[in-house]
C-alpha cells in the first residue's frame, strides 16, 4: 500500500536521534535546528524523558477519562506552578488543532455567540473551525467555509478597535500566536495584545492565545504572551510539550465554567502522554531551560543580524526567522545537503530556527559558522 501522498519528502531517512543530532541509516550526523516542527523541546531522547515514559510503561499505558488519572492532577500542579495559573484549569489533549478546535468551542459556549476574529498568516491547525480561522486558502475544503472567521490585519490596532466597535457583541474570540510560526516567526507586539486584552474585557470577548508552537517555554518564558505581561482566557499548547510525545492541552481562566459533556477526548490525557510532558516540564525546570533558550536565543538573534546576505533577523528566545533573498537560492537545501543542518521554512523565502531548548553556544557557533559558509558558496 503506498501512503497518501500529501508531504513533499526530505530525502532523509532518520533512523536515532541523540541531543540535538539526528542520524541517517549511514550514521550520518545532522545537527537539528527544526525539532521535526518545534516538537523536540528538551532534546531527542532525553535520558529523563525516556525513564519516565518506560517507568509509566511497565505500570499502565492508557485508560480512557473515564477513571481517576493521578499523572493529570500532577501535569496540572505542575503546569500551575511553572505557567504561574494555579487558577486556571487544564484539560487534556491530543495535538495542536484539537487544542485550538476545543479553545474555539469553549468561547462559543460560555459567550453563546458565533465570530471569531483571526489575524493575517495565522496558523492555527487543520480541523474544521481551527482550519477556518487558518489564514491559507489552500488549508480550507469548501465545507470549512464561514461567515464566523473574520481575518484581520496583523498588529493594527486601529482596525481590531474598528471591527470591535462595529460587532464586538456578536464576537466569540480572539484567537492569536503570541509569535506566528507558520506565518513566518512575526512577533505580535506588546501593544496589539494589551489592546486584544483591553477589548475582550469590554466587550466579554474570549482571548485566546495559540501557544502550540510559541509556548511551553521556546521564547525564553514560558508563554510567549508572558513578553507583554498580558493574560489569555485560554492557552493553547502542543508542540514542545511532550517531546514529541503527542499530547496537547487548553488553559482555562476560572470564569470559563466547564459542564459534563462540553469537551471530550479518548485519548487525551492518557498517561503516557502526561508522563512524558511531565518529564518535559521536569527537565525544563533542573536544566533551567528558559533562561537558556533567552540565553542562546539572544546570542544567536544578535550574530545573525551581523551576517550579511540574510535579510529581517526576528524572534525570541528559540523562535527565530530570517528572511533569504532570492539571489541565495535555496539556502534551506544547501545547509541540509552541504552542511548536515536542518532548518525550517515559512514559504520559500523565510528560514526557522526552532531547535531543542537545551542547545548551547558551541551549537550555535557552529550553525552561524556553516550558515556564512553557505552563504559564500551561494553568493561568492
Ligand atoms: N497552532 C500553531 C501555532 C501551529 O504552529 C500548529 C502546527 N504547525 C498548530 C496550531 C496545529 O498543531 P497540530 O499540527 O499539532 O495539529
Redesign the pocket.
Known amino acids: 500500500m503506498k501512503l497518501f501522498d500529501v508531504y513533499p519528502l526530505m530525502d532523509l531517512n532518520i533512523v536515532k536521534a541523540n541531543g540535538s543530532y539526528v542520524y541517517d541509516e549511514q550514521d550520518q550526523a545532522f545537527l537539528d535546528l527544526y525539532g521535526g ?2 516538537v523536540i523541546s528538551i532534546g531527542h531522547g532525553h535520558p529523563h524523558w525516556k525513564q519516565r515514559i518506560s517507568v509509566q510503561m511497565d505500570k499502565i499505558a492508557f485508560y480512557s477519562n473515564a477513571v481517576i488519572n493521578e499523572l493529570q492532577a500532577e501535569l496540572a500542579e505542575k503546569l500551575a506552578q511553572i505557567s504561574g495559573k494555579p487558577d486556571y484549569r487544564l484539560f487534556l489533549c491530543n ?4 487544542a ?1 478546535e476545543n479553545a474555539l468551542k469553549l468561547a462559543s459556549f460560555h459567550t453563546g455567540r458565533k465570530k471569531i476574529v483571526a489575524f493575517k498568516n495565522a ?4 480541523t474544521s473551525l ?1 482550519v477556518a480561522a487558518t489564514d491559507n486558502t489552500k488549508y480550507t475544503a469548501p465545507v470549512n467555509e464561514t461567515e464566523n472567521v473574520v481575518f484581520l490585519p496583523f498588529n493594527d490596532i486601529e482596525a481590531l478597535k474598528t471591527y470591535f466597535v462595529a460587532n464586538g457583541n456578536e464576537i466569540a474570540a480572539v484567537i492569536i ?1 503570541g509569535i506566528q ?2 506565518g513566518g516567526i512575526h512577533v505580535s507586539s506588546d501593544e496589539m495584545l494589551l489592546a486584544i486584552r483591553d477589548l475582550c474585557d469590554t466587550y466579554n470577548v474570549v482571548f485566546i492565545a ?1 501557544e ?3 509556548g511551553f517555554g521556546r521564547s525564553g518564558k514560558f508563554f510567549s504572551l508572558d513578553h507583554a505581561g498580558v493574560q489569555a482566557d485560554i492557552y ?1 499548547m ?2 514542545g510539550m511532550g517531546n514529541g510525545f503527542p499530547v ?1 492541552g487548553l488553559l482555562i481562566a476560572p470564569n470559563i465554567k466547564a459542564q459534563y459533556g462540553m469537551l471530550g477526548t479518548t485519548f487525551g490525557g492518557n498517561h503516557l502522554a502526561c508522563a512524558a510532558a511531565l518529564a518535559v516540564i521536569e527537565t525544563m525546570e533542573q536544566e533551567d531551560l528558559l533562561n537558556n533558550a533567552t540565553r542562546v536565543g539572544a546570542y544567536l538573534l544578535q550574530a545573525l543580524k551581523q551576517i550579511k546576505g540574510i535579510e529581517a533577523v526576528r524572534g525570541k528566545g528559540l523562535m527565530i526567522g530570517f528572511d533569504v533573498p532570492e539571489r541565495l537560492g535555496n539556502l534551506k537545501q544547501h545547509l541540509f545537503r552541504e552542511y548536515r543542518i536542518l532548518t525550517g521554512d515559512a514559504g520559500p523565502k523565510v528560514i526557522r530556527l526552532l531547535p531543542a531548548m537545551s542547545i548551547n553556544q558551541e551549537i550555535a557557533d557552529n550553525f552561524l559558522q556553516a550558515l556564512q559558509a553557505a552563504i559564500d558558496d551561494l553568493n561568492p
Open positions: 516542527h518545534a495535538s495542536g488543532a484539537e485550538n496558523f492555527h491547525g487543520r481551527a500566536e510560526g507558520v495559540d502550540v508552537q510559541c493553547t502542543a508542540k496537547a
